[in-house]
Protein backbone atom coordinates (compact mmCIF):
# COMPACT_ATOMS: atom_id res chain seq x y z
CA UNK A 1 0.00 0.00 0.00
CA UNK A 2 0.94 3.80 -1.08
CA UNK A 3 0.17 6.34 0.92
CA UNK A 4 0.91 10.23 -0.25
CA UNK A 5 1.40 12.80 2.62
CA UNK A 6 0.80 16.60 1.45
CA UNK A 7 2.55 18.85 3.29
CA UNK A 8 -0.23 22.14 3.49
CA UNK A 9 0.49 23.18 6.94
CA UNK A 10 2.86 26.44 5.93
CA UNK A 11 2.64 30.25 6.56
CA UNK A 12 3.30 31.37 3.17
CA UNK A 13 5.64 33.96 4.68
CA UNK A 14 6.88 35.27 0.99
CA UNK A 15 3.44 35.63 -0.16
CA UNK A 16 2.53 38.15 2.31
CA UNK A 17 0.83 38.61 5.29
CA UNK A 18 -2.89 37.68 5.58
CA UNK A 19 -2.45 35.32 2.26
CA UNK A 20 -2.17 31.60 2.41
CA UNK A 21 -1.23 30.59 -1.10
CA UNK A 22 -2.58 27.30 -1.11
CA UNK A 23 -5.98 28.62 -1.14
CA UNK A 24 -5.14 30.96 -4.29
CA UNK A 25 -7.53 30.35 -6.83
CA UNK A 26 -5.36 28.93 -9.97
CA UNK A 27 -7.75 28.00 -12.88
CA UNK A 28 -11.06 27.77 -10.36
CA UNK A 29 -10.17 25.56 -7.57
CA UNK A 30 -7.65 26.61 -4.70
CA UNK A 31 -4.07 25.85 -5.49
CA UNK A 32 -3.80 22.68 -2.98
CA UNK A 33 -6.96 21.18 -4.19
CA UNK A 34 -4.94 20.67 -7.52
CA UNK A 35 -2.31 19.13 -5.76
CA UNK A 36 -4.62 16.78 -3.92
CA UNK A 37 -6.25 16.04 -7.11
CA UNK A 38 -2.95 14.86 -9.06
CA UNK A 39 -2.74 11.99 -6.30
CA UNK A 40 -6.00 10.99 -5.69
CA UNK A 41 -5.61 10.52 -9.47
CA UNK A 42 -2.34 8.52 -9.87
CA UNK A 43 -2.17 4.97 -10.39
CA UNK A 44 -0.11 4.13 -7.63
CA UNK A 45 -1.43 5.96 -4.72
CA UNK A 46 -3.73 4.53 -2.53
CA UNK A 47 -4.83 7.08 0.15
CA UNK A 48 -3.89 10.38 1.06
CA UNK A 49 -3.27 12.27 4.78
CA UNK A 50 -3.18 16.05 3.70
CA UNK A 51 -1.16 17.66 7.13
CA UNK A 52 -3.27 21.21 7.31
CA UNK A 53 -3.32 24.16 9.92
CA UNK A 54 -5.29 23.84 12.75
CA UNK A 55 -8.45 25.48 11.76
CA UNK A 56 -8.41 24.72 8.19
CA UNK A 57 -10.69 21.75 8.13
CA UNK A 58 -13.33 22.89 7.09
CA UNK A 59 -11.61 24.66 4.46
CA UNK A 60 -10.37 21.30 3.23
CA UNK A 61 -13.48 19.62 3.40
CA UNK A 62 -15.04 22.04 1.20
CA UNK A 63 -12.40 21.58 -1.40
CA UNK A 64 -13.26 17.76 -0.70
CA UNK A 65 -16.75 18.48 -2.02
CA UNK A 66 -15.55 20.23 -4.98
CA UNK A 67 -13.36 17.51 -6.35
CA UNK A 68 -15.21 14.33 -5.34
CA UNK A 69 -12.05 12.40 -4.33
CA UNK A 70 -12.09 8.63 -5.52
CA UNK A 71 -9.37 7.77 -2.56
CA UNK A 72 -9.67 7.65 1.34
CA UNK A 73 -8.35 10.55 3.01
CA UNK A 74 -7.07 11.98 6.05
CA UNK A 75 -6.83 15.54 7.73
CA UNK A 76 -3.99 15.70 10.67
CA UNK A 77 -2.81 18.83 12.04
CA UNK A 78 1.06 19.85 11.48
CA UNK A 79 3.42 21.41 13.85
CA UNK A 80 5.55 24.86 13.65
CA UNK A 81 8.44 23.35 11.48
CA UNK A 82 7.95 21.14 8.44
CA UNK A 83 9.67 18.65 9.87
CA UNK A 84 7.34 18.17 12.40
CA UNK A 85 4.49 17.87 9.75
CA UNK A 86 5.80 15.44 7.94
CA UNK A 87 6.29 13.67 11.37
CA UNK A 88 2.56 13.87 12.25
CA UNK A 89 1.68 12.56 8.74
CA UNK A 90 3.47 9.61 8.87
CA UNK A 91 1.49 8.93 12.25
CA UNK A 92 -1.30 9.29 10.12
CA UNK A 93 -1.04 6.63 7.59
CA UNK A 94 -2.49 3.41 7.17
CA UNK A 95 -0.67 0.69 9.12
CA UNK A 96 -0.73 -1.16 5.89
CA UNK A 97 1.48 1.57 4.04
CA UNK A 98 4.65 0.08 2.96
CA UNK A 99 5.77 3.40 0.94
CA UNK A 100 5.56 7.27 1.50
CA UNK A 101 5.29 9.77 -0.75
CA UNK A 102 5.61 12.86 0.61
CA UNK A 103 4.85 16.20 -1.30
CA UNK A 104 4.29 20.38 -1.12
CA UNK A 105 0.90 20.98 -1.36
CA UNK A 106 2.09 23.92 -2.95
CA UNK A 107 3.91 21.39 -5.90
CA UNK A 108 0.36 21.66 -8.01
CA UNK A 109 1.81 20.28 -11.45
CA UNK A 110 3.67 17.14 -10.45
CA UNK A 111 3.14 14.49 -13.08
CA UNK A 112 1.73 10.92 -12.78
CA UNK A 113 5.13 9.80 -14.61
CA UNK A 114 6.97 11.54 -11.83
CA UNK A 115 5.33 9.64 -9.57
CA UNK A 116 5.42 6.64 -11.10
CA UNK A 117 9.37 7.12 -11.21
CA UNK A 118 9.99 8.25 -7.92
CA UNK A 119 8.02 5.69 -6.28
CA UNK A 120 9.38 3.02 -8.21
CA UNK A 121 12.93 3.89 -7.13
CA UNK A 122 12.11 4.16 -3.74
CA UNK A 123 11.03 0.43 -3.97
CA UNK A 124 14.72 -0.86 -5.40
CA UNK A 125 16.84 1.79 -3.19
CA UNK A 126 14.45 2.59 0.08
CA UNK A 127 14.09 6.37 -1.16
CA UNK A 128 14.21 8.74 -4.09
CA UNK A 129 13.66 12.04 -5.11
CA UNK A 130 11.96 14.09 -7.75
CA UNK A 131 15.05 16.85 -8.61
CA UNK A 132 16.07 18.62 -12.04
CA UNK A 133 19.66 19.46 -13.07
CA UNK A 134 20.57 23.12 -12.41
CA UNK A 135 20.46 24.58 -15.84
CA UNK A 136 21.61 28.65 -14.26
CA UNK A 137 25.30 29.17 -14.52
CA UNK A 138 25.64 29.63 -10.17
CA UNK A 139 28.42 31.45 -8.80
CA UNK A 140 29.39 31.56 -4.99
CA UNK A 141 30.06 34.69 -3.49
CA UNK A 142 32.68 36.31 -1.15
CA UNK A 143 29.61 37.02 1.38
CA UNK A 144 29.95 41.24 0.38
CA UNK A 145 28.20 40.48 -3.09
CA UNK A 146 30.91 40.19 -5.04
CA UNK A 147 31.48 37.14 -7.35
CA UNK A 148 33.91 34.85 -5.84
CA UNK A 149 33.65 31.54 -8.08
CA UNK A 150 31.74 30.17 -11.36
CA UNK A 151 29.96 27.08 -9.42
CA UNK A 152 30.62 23.59 -11.22
CA UNK A 153 27.07 22.65 -11.59
CA UNK A 154 27.87 19.37 -13.29
CA UNK A 155 26.73 17.09 -10.61
CA UNK A 156 24.17 19.87 -9.14
CA UNK A 157 20.62 19.13 -8.95
CA UNK A 158 17.44 20.74 -7.33
CA UNK A 159 15.25 18.57 -5.81
CA UNK A 160 11.70 18.68 -5.54
CA UNK A 161 8.77 16.32 -3.84
CA UNK A 162 7.62 13.69 -4.32
CA UNK A 163 10.11 12.42 -2.00
CA UNK A 164 9.63 8.85 -1.77
CA UNK A 165 10.61 6.53 1.37
CA UNK A 166 10.11 2.93 1.93
CA UNK A 167 7.91 3.56 5.63
CA UNK A 168 10.83 2.28 7.93
CA UNK A 169 13.64 4.44 6.10
CA UNK A 170 11.71 7.65 6.23
CA UNK A 171 10.78 7.00 10.38
CA UNK A 172 13.80 5.70 11.08
CA UNK A 173 15.53 8.66 9.46
CA UNK A 174 13.30 11.52 11.12
CA UNK A 175 13.52 9.30 14.37
CA UNK A 176 17.43 10.18 14.21
CA UNK A 177 17.26 13.70 13.22
CA UNK A 178 14.42 14.56 16.15
CA UNK A 179 17.07 12.53 18.71
CA UNK A 180 20.08 14.76 17.58
CA UNK A 181 17.59 17.80 17.94
CA UNK A 182 18.68 18.47 14.10
CA UNK A 183 16.44 21.13 12.03
CA UNK A 184 16.43 19.39 8.48
CA UNK A 185 14.45 21.54 5.12
CA UNK A 186 13.79 18.37 3.28
CA UNK A 187 13.31 14.92 3.81
CA UNK A 188 16.36 13.44 1.90
CA UNK A 189 18.25 15.65 4.48
CA UNK A 190 17.53 13.38 6.91
CA UNK A 191 18.14 10.05 4.91
CA UNK A 192 21.54 11.59 4.43
CA UNK A 193 22.05 11.97 8.00
CA UNK A 194 21.99 8.37 8.75
CA UNK A 195 23.75 7.16 5.64
CA UNK A 196 20.87 5.90 3.33
CA UNK A 197 21.41 6.48 -0.41
CA UNK A 198 18.80 8.58 -1.92
CA UNK A 199 18.01 8.16 -5.58
CA UNK A 200 17.70 11.68 -7.97
CA UNK A 201 14.82 10.81 -10.31
CA UNK A 202 14.93 13.31 -13.20
CA UNK A 203 11.62 15.26 -13.52
CA UNK A 204 11.96 16.44 -17.08
CA UNK A 205 8.28 18.33 -17.42
CA UNK A 206 8.03 21.84 -15.09
CA UNK A 207 7.27 20.67 -11.51
CA UNK A 208 7.16 24.29 -9.97
CA UNK A 209 6.34 25.06 -6.20
CA UNK A 210 4.64 28.37 -5.97
CA UNK A 211 6.57 30.56 -3.87
CA UNK A 212 4.92 34.14 -4.58
CA UNK A 213 1.41 35.35 -6.54
CA UNK A 214 3.98 36.34 -9.80
CA UNK A 215 4.18 31.86 -10.24
CA UNK A 216 0.47 31.18 -10.55
CA UNK A 217 0.15 32.41 -14.04
CA UNK A 218 2.62 30.39 -14.73
CA UNK A 219 1.26 27.21 -12.85
CA UNK A 220 -1.84 27.82 -14.31
CA UNK A 221 -0.79 27.24 -17.94
CA UNK A 222 1.12 24.16 -17.09
CA UNK A 223 -2.53 22.58 -15.20
CA UNK A 224 -4.10 23.66 -18.86
CA UNK A 225 -7.91 23.30 -18.77
CA UNK A 226 -8.94 20.96 -15.75
CA UNK A 227 -10.85 23.20 -14.88
CA UNK A 228 -13.44 23.10 -12.08
CA UNK A 229 -14.70 19.20 -11.79
CA UNK B 1 27.78 57.08 -23.29
CA UNK B 2 25.94 53.20 -22.30
CA UNK B 3 25.59 50.78 -24.64
CA UNK B 4 23.48 47.81 -24.88
CA UNK B 5 24.56 44.47 -26.72
CA UNK B 6 21.83 42.13 -27.08
CA UNK B 7 23.21 38.67 -28.06
CA UNK B 8 20.34 37.17 -30.67
CA UNK B 9 22.70 34.91 -32.55
CA UNK B 10 21.84 31.42 -30.72
CA UNK B 11 20.80 28.31 -32.22
CA UNK B 12 18.23 27.48 -29.65
CA UNK B 13 18.40 23.87 -29.30
CA UNK B 14 16.40 23.03 -26.02
CA UNK B 15 13.45 24.58 -28.38
CA UNK B 16 13.43 21.44 -30.97
CA UNK B 17 14.49 21.72 -34.73
CA UNK B 18 13.18 24.14 -36.83
CA UNK B 19 12.18 26.85 -33.85
CA UNK B 20 14.15 29.99 -33.14
CA UNK B 21 12.86 30.93 -29.85
CA UNK B 22 13.34 34.50 -30.61
CA UNK B 23 10.57 34.79 -32.84
CA UNK B 24 8.12 33.09 -30.55
CA UNK B 25 5.32 35.34 -30.49
CA UNK B 26 4.54 36.57 -26.86
CA UNK B 27 1.27 39.20 -26.39
CA UNK B 28 1.56 39.95 -30.56
CA UNK B 29 5.30 40.82 -30.53
CA UNK B 30 8.57 38.21 -31.35
CA UNK B 31 10.39 37.58 -27.90
CA UNK B 32 13.26 39.38 -29.13
CA UNK B 33 11.52 42.71 -29.70
CA UNK B 34 10.34 42.49 -26.23
CA UNK B 35 14.27 42.40 -25.20
CA UNK B 36 14.94 44.94 -27.69
CA UNK B 37 12.21 47.53 -26.24
CA UNK B 38 13.02 47.22 -22.84
CA UNK B 39 16.52 48.66 -23.36
CA UNK B 40 15.18 51.02 -25.96
CA UNK B 41 12.93 52.77 -23.47
CA UNK B 42 15.30 52.75 -20.31
CA UNK B 43 16.72 55.61 -19.13
CA UNK B 44 20.17 55.02 -19.25
CA UNK B 45 20.80 53.58 -22.65
CA UNK B 46 21.75 55.84 -25.60
CA UNK B 47 22.28 52.92 -28.43
CA UNK B 48 21.86 49.45 -28.76
CA UNK B 49 23.92 47.01 -31.04
CA UNK B 50 21.72 43.57 -31.90
CA UNK B 51 23.85 40.41 -32.58
CA UNK B 52 21.92 38.18 -35.23
CA UNK B 53 22.50 35.34 -37.02
CA UNK B 54 23.38 35.66 -40.34
CA UNK B 55 20.23 35.91 -42.62
CA UNK B 56 18.29 37.25 -40.37
CA UNK B 57 19.01 41.15 -41.00
CA UNK B 58 15.34 41.24 -42.76
CA UNK B 59 13.30 39.83 -39.91
CA UNK B 60 14.84 42.13 -37.83
CA UNK B 61 14.15 45.41 -39.91
CA UNK B 62 10.88 43.90 -39.68
CA UNK B 63 11.16 44.29 -36.09
CA UNK B 64 12.16 47.56 -36.02
CA UNK B 65 9.07 48.79 -38.15
CA UNK B 66 7.22 47.13 -35.76
CA UNK B 67 8.16 48.65 -32.67
CA UNK B 68 9.87 51.77 -34.23
CA UNK B 69 12.44 52.02 -31.41
CA UNK B 70 13.38 55.57 -30.29
CA UNK B 71 17.30 54.80 -29.87
CA UNK B 72 19.88 54.64 -32.35
CA UNK B 73 20.35 50.66 -33.85
CA UNK B 74 23.06 48.26 -35.44
CA UNK B 75 23.07 44.77 -36.48
CA UNK B 76 26.19 42.80 -36.82
CA UNK B 77 26.19 38.87 -37.34
CA UNK B 78 27.39 37.07 -34.60
CA UNK B 79 30.01 34.13 -34.21
CA UNK B 80 29.37 30.13 -33.92
CA UNK B 81 29.92 30.71 -29.98
CA UNK B 82 27.58 32.78 -27.23
CA UNK B 83 31.71 34.52 -26.39
CA UNK B 84 32.46 35.30 -30.19
CA UNK B 85 29.78 37.19 -30.58
CA UNK B 86 29.72 39.02 -27.87
CA UNK B 87 32.76 39.95 -28.81
CA UNK B 88 31.70 41.28 -32.38
CA UNK B 89 28.63 43.06 -30.27
CA UNK B 90 31.51 44.96 -28.57
CA UNK B 91 33.37 45.65 -32.05
CA UNK B 92 30.23 47.14 -33.53
CA UNK B 93 29.63 49.59 -30.10
CA UNK B 94 30.25 53.42 -30.94
CA UNK B 95 33.51 54.81 -30.03
CA UNK B 96 32.12 56.69 -27.21
CA UNK B 97 30.89 54.02 -25.22
CA UNK B 98 32.23 53.53 -22.05
CA UNK B 99 29.36 51.40 -20.18
CA UNK B 100 28.43 48.18 -22.23
CA UNK B 101 25.25 46.36 -21.06
CA UNK B 102 25.56 42.48 -22.23
CA UNK B 103 21.80 41.02 -22.64
CA UNK B 104 20.19 37.48 -23.80
CA UNK B 105 18.04 38.26 -26.61
CA UNK B 106 15.49 35.31 -24.67
CA UNK B 107 15.56 37.63 -21.31
CA UNK B 108 12.27 39.77 -22.20
CA UNK B 109 11.59 40.70 -19.18
CA UNK B 110 14.33 42.75 -17.62
CA UNK B 111 13.23 45.38 -15.19
CA UNK B 112 14.24 49.52 -15.79
CA UNK B 113 15.00 48.94 -12.10
CA UNK B 114 17.60 46.22 -13.02
CA UNK B 115 19.72 47.91 -15.57
CA UNK B 116 19.83 50.81 -13.67
CA UNK B 117 21.21 49.61 -11.40
CA UNK B 118 23.88 47.25 -13.18
CA UNK B 119 25.12 50.24 -14.82
CA UNK B 120 25.17 51.91 -11.63
CA UNK B 121 27.52 49.04 -10.23
CA UNK B 122 29.67 48.80 -12.99
CA UNK B 123 30.45 52.25 -12.99
CA UNK B 124 31.79 51.79 -9.33
CA UNK B 125 33.62 48.75 -9.65
CA UNK B 126 34.12 47.98 -13.38
CA UNK B 127 31.61 45.02 -13.90
CA UNK B 128 28.61 44.13 -12.46
CA UNK B 129 26.04 41.07 -12.94
CA UNK B 130 21.96 40.97 -12.41
CA UNK B 131 21.54 38.16 -10.17
CA UNK B 132 19.06 36.07 -8.09
CA UNK B 133 19.95 34.25 -4.61
CA UNK B 134 19.44 30.38 -5.04
CA UNK B 135 16.50 29.16 -3.17
CA UNK B 136 16.03 25.58 -4.58
CA UNK B 137 17.41 23.05 -1.95
CA UNK B 138 20.18 21.73 -4.15
CA UNK B 139 22.13 18.16 -3.97
CA UNK B 140 25.25 17.10 -5.40
CA UNK B 141 24.92 13.93 -7.04
CA UNK B 142 28.01 11.00 -6.71
CA UNK B 143 28.03 11.09 -10.62
CA UNK B 144 25.35 8.12 -10.87
CA UNK B 145 22.14 9.85 -10.07
CA UNK B 146 22.32 9.30 -6.19
CA UNK B 147 22.32 11.77 -3.53
CA UNK B 148 25.94 12.94 -2.54
CA UNK B 149 25.71 15.57 -0.08
CA UNK B 150 23.12 18.82 0.45
CA UNK B 151 25.12 22.04 -0.72
CA UNK B 152 25.39 24.63 1.03
CA UNK B 153 23.26 27.48 -0.62
CA UNK B 154 23.84 30.69 1.32
CA UNK B 155 26.55 32.26 -0.63
CA UNK B 156 25.39 30.94 -4.07
CA UNK B 157 23.63 32.86 -7.02
CA UNK B 158 22.26 32.42 -9.89
CA UNK B 159 23.62 34.82 -12.73
CA UNK B 160 21.48 36.30 -15.52
CA UNK B 161 21.61 39.50 -17.63
CA UNK B 162 22.15 42.45 -18.16
CA UNK B 163 25.86 41.56 -17.28
CA UNK B 164 27.56 45.18 -17.45
CA UNK B 165 31.15 46.34 -18.15
CA UNK B 166 33.20 49.36 -17.80
CA UNK B 167 34.13 48.69 -21.53
CA UNK B 168 38.31 48.50 -21.73
CA UNK B 169 37.34 46.55 -18.52
CA UNK B 170 35.73 43.45 -20.96
CA UNK B 171 37.73 43.90 -23.88
CA UNK B 172 40.61 43.64 -21.56
CA UNK B 173 38.68 40.26 -19.99
CA UNK B 174 37.83 39.19 -23.50
CA UNK B 175 40.87 39.30 -24.81
CA UNK B 176 42.66 37.60 -22.36
CA UNK B 177 40.32 34.31 -22.96
CA UNK B 178 40.86 34.59 -26.39
CA UNK B 179 44.69 34.58 -26.06
CA UNK B 180 44.68 31.36 -23.97
CA UNK B 181 42.04 29.36 -25.82
CA UNK B 182 39.55 29.30 -23.21
CA UNK B 183 35.85 28.04 -23.52
CA UNK B 184 33.49 30.66 -21.54
CA UNK B 185 29.59 30.60 -20.94
CA UNK B 186 29.44 33.76 -19.41
CA UNK B 187 31.09 37.03 -19.73
CA UNK B 188 31.64 37.43 -15.67
CA UNK B 189 33.91 34.42 -15.82
CA UNK B 190 36.39 36.02 -18.37
CA UNK B 191 36.07 39.28 -15.73
CA UNK B 192 37.03 36.15 -13.09
CA UNK B 193 40.09 35.06 -15.25
CA UNK B 194 41.44 38.28 -15.41
CA UNK B 195 41.61 39.12 -11.44
CA UNK B 196 39.05 41.57 -12.30
CA UNK B 197 35.73 41.84 -9.16
CA UNK B 198 32.32 41.48 -10.35
CA UNK B 199 29.28 43.07 -8.41
CA UNK B 200 26.34 40.54 -7.95
CA UNK B 201 23.06 42.91 -8.10
CA UNK B 202 20.08 41.15 -6.58
CA UNK B 203 17.18 41.34 -9.10
CA UNK B 204 14.25 40.74 -7.50
CA UNK B 205 11.45 40.80 -9.90
CA UNK B 206 11.39 37.71 -11.93
CA UNK B 207 13.70 37.85 -14.77
CA UNK B 208 13.65 34.72 -16.92
CA UNK B 209 15.03 33.35 -19.79
CA UNK B 210 13.26 31.28 -22.57
CA UNK B 211 14.66 28.25 -22.83
CA UNK B 212 11.49 26.43 -23.92
CA UNK B 213 8.30 26.70 -25.46
CA UNK B 214 6.71 26.04 -21.49
CA UNK B 215 8.36 29.18 -20.59
CA UNK B 216 6.75 31.61 -22.77
CA UNK B 217 2.74 31.57 -20.90
CA UNK B 218 5.17 32.83 -17.40
CA UNK B 219 6.91 35.12 -19.60
CA UNK B 220 3.73 36.79 -21.00
CA UNK B 221 2.34 37.06 -17.81
CA UNK B 222 5.41 39.44 -16.61
CA UNK B 223 5.08 41.41 -20.12
CA UNK B 224 1.59 41.89 -19.16
CA UNK B 225 -0.42 44.13 -21.57
CA UNK B 226 2.25 46.07 -23.65
CA UNK B 227 0.69 44.92 -26.37
CA UNK B 228 1.47 45.49 -30.31
CA UNK B 229 2.66 48.80 -30.39
Known amino acids: MNSAVIVAAGSSR ?4 G ?4 FLEVNGLPLVAHTWRR ?7 DEIVLVIRSGL ?23 AERQESVW ?5 VDPRCR ?11 TSEAVIVSTIARAVEMGAAVAAQRVTDTLKESDGENRIQRTVDRTHLWAVQTPQVFRIEVIRKALQ ?3 EKGLSITDDTAACESIGQPVALVESRDPNPKATAPGD ?8 GSEGDA
Chains 1, 2 share one sequence.
Open 57 to 79: EKAFLEIAERIRPGKPYRLVVGG
Open 39 to 45: FDASSRI
Open 176 to 178: SVR
Open 99 to 109: IVAIQDGARAC
Open 88 to 92: NGLNA
Open 14 to 17: RMGP
Open 216 to 223: LPFIASLL
Open 19 to 22: TDKL
